[in-house]
């Protein structure tokens, strides 16, 4: 069964950058699509950012392009998010998610696209 596992959140001012990871244990995701997505108080899980099994197609929302960069290490089972420029509206618990044994997603936007959550971790930019 496979764990995956959010680090590298924090409170941050506007401006400032954070590094989140992802690390998967107990099976190997270098063959499943991966993604971000968050959640803000009281409102819906929202994409972030997708990558796909070999690196070769990323996709941003549009509110984040350009600032944050989705990467990932298959040899070390773990994705990034590159964030930059943070706004207080990046505020949010964020999350990766995975896509098992797949390219990539039929519609990364739609959460019920994920076979396979991390437990999020917070992410607060104040202003």
């Known amino acids: 069964q496979v764990q995956l596992v959010e680090s590298g959140g924090g409170l941050m001012q506007a401006g400032g950058s954070l590094r989140l990871s992802c690390a998967a244990s107990g099976r190997t995701v270098r063959t499943d699509a991966m993604g971000w997505i968050r959640q803000a108080p009281g409102k819906e899980r929202e994409f972030v950012a997708a990558i796909s099994r070999g690196a070769t197609v990323t996709k941003y929302a549009d509110s984040v392009k350009g600032r944050f960069t989705i990467s990932r290490d298959n040899a070390k089972n773990t994705m990034y998010l590159q964030m930059n420029n943070l706004k207080p509206e990046d505020t949010a618990v964020y999350y990766c998610?995975?896509?098992?044994?797949?390219?990539?997603?039929?519609?990364?936007?739609?959460?019920?696209?994920?076979?396979?959550w991390g437990q999020g971790t917070q992410v607060t930019v104040s202003s």
């Open positions: 998610a995975a896509k098992r044994d797949s390219y990539w997603f039929s519609d990364p936007n739609n959460p019920n696209e994920y076979d396979y």
